[in-house]
């Protein structure tokens, strides 16, 4: 699959699902492997989207979904 399709649709995924911007925000960064904010601005949500974006892994969003 085209890299770009894949990220296109998790983060289409990710918004339909209600999740957090802070996450998607953090997966956005770290898919791209775009350096992190300052630590100052860091949350725990943006952190764990990073994370899995570094693995550019699209799962693991749903206990970031808003209620």
Known sequence: MNPHQA???AVTKMEEA???SEFIQGWQS???LNPEREE???TDAYKA???K???KDPTGFEAW???
Do not use: A, L, S
Request: proline share 0%.
């Open 49 to 51: 989207g990073y994370e």
């Open 7 to 9: 990220y296109y649709d």
């Open 53 to 55: 974006g570094k693995e």
């Open 65 to 67: 979904v808003k209620k």
């Open 18 to 20: 209600g999740v957090d």
């Open 40 to 42: 100052q601005r860091i």
């Open 30 to 32: 770290g898919y791209w």
